[in-house]
């Protein structure tokens, strides 16, 4: 309720502030997936401020986890005859009509985070992060750190199977090839939770001597991480130390660690995908010239320089 | 004396012999396996981590055992702990004290475990959906404790129930190994394990004879939910935060096999809290041996599955007899006398 009260307001101190600014009246529907992590959480404020910021009535369905509900959300965002769509595709197959009948009301549509397998001319743009491109940022800061000494790696992988757990190894490897120093002795999912980290970190280091033949962890997110730096502390070695620890996601409590010494270095997938959104619609509806059909987010590397407890501050509220 | 010793080992030897051949299975695949330490005023190795790592599903099945005793089972353990670690840690952050905390997480278990219980005894509602309502909606629920993020703490005391140690162990493994003797004692010296096997074979005749059926089925949920609660403690406090999302994530599935695996049957009846605690371990070490042995993450799910087959194949009464000359004397009198029964 606050929040509606403060998007009105915002809305009309905008109007009257542009007066005939277009951006003022522009209607945005946004279908999120629901609020399955933290990192999602973070997505929809990030959307909802961004709107704020810019004077964009943003109408915000939750699909509770369900395609079917982002499909009624979208065929009503067509009905209320909104300016734009802005949709975080849930499952990647079943759009097609969907997304037809948004083109036949010529209402662009933006996909955020995720993609589909319908044909490119169905939307405006897709806005995603480089999976593979996030791995090789990790793995290139690494090769950079260890600066030619050699290094044993273990790998806290992310669910089996899944894109990410995948793409992020892919990356992560080509970084590290053509550094004979970088080599991966152990790799093992963690299934993206501190648990399991924890648990499958425990394991590393009695397999690998007590964690004295490991130089480094790479953890394909940072919650593992998280869990593997306490398995570290336990085992009684100094995590960011005797063992230097590199993840992904850039979420609050690794910012802690990183404060703290005991994480070294993060890689952001940025909850902020609507921004780069809004400034390809907004340019799309000033002279209709259509965007890249894949925006890429930037994958920024944040290390213990740079300043972690000013960036925990900012990120905490955010709703991780 | 010695003949009550000997039939409780006659019971427990499938589960203890299925036990050494994974411990040595893994200790030829990975030799420092059974390597045993002393760091920082604890045991420390391979063998102490399947204890620890253990402790929720040790915990789980312990009160599961009692709910499958009475044809009944608890799919909502895994949600229940989720909900507990939640409070747990929303409790400890809002400033109260660590015995607070405790008190009210347990009591809060307990209060899942009622509400499964008064489903199924008093509305009569089958148990796998009754306590499916609560592991759907339970998980949910943490999630509003929660508000969707996992909850972090810094309370000392909490912390180390999850990764603390007494008289040399961890803190995970004493709570189990006192709680499990606790609720073995309980129902063993008096007449509740009886009553509860009773229920199981049959719930009318039971009540007809006299047992306090609904009563009975009621705390034998709430065992249940206590059990979670406790498991939710030390997952959290393990991890210092309450992930609503993946805290307890299908351990209900875990805790089930557990029980099967340690021999109590799905319909009711006859039950060994000792036994399902054996499986819990058997099921960990497992999962140990598999981390150890660096297959590539592919391959864990089925190795898991094959080892758990062929478990229960060697259970199996039809298995037995058909290769009874090649088994151990002491399995083959216990073959035969299941086969009587």
């Not at chain 1, 973070?42 to 964009?56: C, M, N, S, V």
């Not at chain 1, 009948?101 to 405006?124: F, G, M, N, Q």
């Not at chain 2, 805790?255 to 399902?276: D, E, K, M, Q, Y």
């Amino acid at each position: 309720m606050k929040f509606a009260k403060a998007l009105a307001s915002a809305t009309i101190l905008a109007a009257c502030t542009f007066g005939s600014a277009s951006a003022a009246e522009l209607v945005v529907g946004f279908s999120q997936i629901g609020s399955e992590s933290g990192w999602r959480a973070a997505e929809t404020t990030l959307t909802k401020q961004q709107a704020e910021q810019r004077g964009i009535d943003l109408k915000f369905a939750d699909a509770q986890q369900k395609q079917e509900n982002q499909i009624k959300a979208i065929r009503s965002f067509i009905a209320q005859g909104v300016n734009a769509i802005l949709v975080a595709p849930v499952v990647a197959t079943g759009w097609d009509e969907v997304l037809q009948e948004a083109k036949d009301a010529e209402i662009p549509v933006i996909l955020l985070d995720r993609t589909v397998d319908a044909s490119d001319d169905l939307y405006l743009t897709a806005v995603t992060s480089d999976l593979v491109h996030e791995g090789s940022v990790a793995g290139k800061w690494l090769a950079d750190t260890v600066a030619g000494k050699p290094c044993n790696v273990v790998e806290l992988q992310g669910t089996t199977g899944s894109s990410p757990a995948i793409d992020r190894k892919k990356g992560f490897e080509q970084a590290l090839s053509g550094h004979d120093n970088l080599k991966i002795i152990r790799s093992q999912t963690g299934d993206f939770t501190r648990t399991k980290g924890k648990e499958v970190m425990e394991s590393f280091l009695k397999a690998e001597g007590g964690g004295k033949n490991i130089c480094a962890l790479y953890a394909h997110n940072d919650d593992m991480a998280v869990g593997a730096i306490q398995a570290i502390k336990e085992a009684g070695l100094k995590p960011g130390k005797d063992i230097l620890v590199v993840s992904i996601d850039a979420v609050p409590d690794i910012f802690q660690a990183m404060a703290a010494g005991e994480a070294n270095a993060t890689v952001e997938l940025t909850p902020n995908m609507a921004g780069p959104a809004f400034d390809a619609l907004a340019a799309y509806l000033k002279d209709g010239k259509a965007p890249a059909k894949w925006i890429q987010t930037e994958s920024k590397l944040y290390t213990q320089a740079d300043d972690p407890m000013k960036v925990y501050e900012e990120k905490k509220g955010l709703g991780y | 004396m010695t003949s009550i010793l000997r039939t409780y080992l006659a019971r427990l030897l499938p589960q203890l012999i299925a036990l050494v051949a994974i411990v040595i299975a893994i200790s030829m695949t990975f030799p420092g396996f059974l390597n045993l330490d002393f760091q920082n005023g604890r045991l420390y190795g391979s063998l102490i981590d399947i204890l620890n790592r253990g402790a929720p599903v040790v915990l789980l099945a312990i009160g599961m055992t009692v709910v499958i005793a009475t044809k009944g089972i608890d799919l909502s353990v895994g949600a229940v702990m989720a909900i507990c670690g939640a409070v747990a840690a929303s409790f400890i952050t809002s400033g109260h004290s660590l015995f607070e905390t405790i008190l009210i997480t347990l009591a809060v278990g307990l209060l899942c475990g009622m509400w499964n219980g008064i489903l199924v005894a008093v509305l009569d509602i089958q148990p796998i959906i009754a306590t499916l309502v609560l592991m759907v909606a339970g998980r949910g629920i943490a999630q509003l404790v929660t508000e969707g993020a996992i909850l972090t703490f810094n309370d000392p005391g909490l912390i180390f129930i999850g990764s603390g140690s007494f008289a040399g162990l961890p803190m995970p493994v004493v709570v189990w190994l006192v709680f499990g003797v606790l609720v073995a004692l309980l129902v063993r010296q008096s007449a509740l394990g009886m009553l509860i096997e009773a229920i199981g074979v049959n719930r009318q005749a039971s009540t007809l004879s006299g047992v306090l059926t609904p009563v009975l089925l009621i705390a034998a949920y709430m065992l249940s939910g206590l059990c979670a609660a406790i498991a939710g403690i030390i997952a959290a406090a393990d991890i210092r935060g309450a992930d609503a999302n993946n805290a307890g994530l299908w351990l209900e599935l875990d805790a089930i096999l557990a029980v099967v695996v340690g021999g109590t049957s799905l319909l009711g009846g006859r039950f060994s809290i000792a036994a399902s605690v054996l499986g819990a371990i058997i099921i960990q070490a497992i999962n140990t041996g598999i981390l150890l042995s660096g297959f590539p993450p592919e391959f864990n799910l089925i190795i898991k599955a094959a080892i758990v087959v062929f478990i229960l194949v060697l259970q199996s009464p039809r298995f037995r007899t058909a290769f009874a000359f090649l088994a151990v004397p002491g399995r083959a009198a216990k073959t035969t006398e299941q086969e009587a029964k």
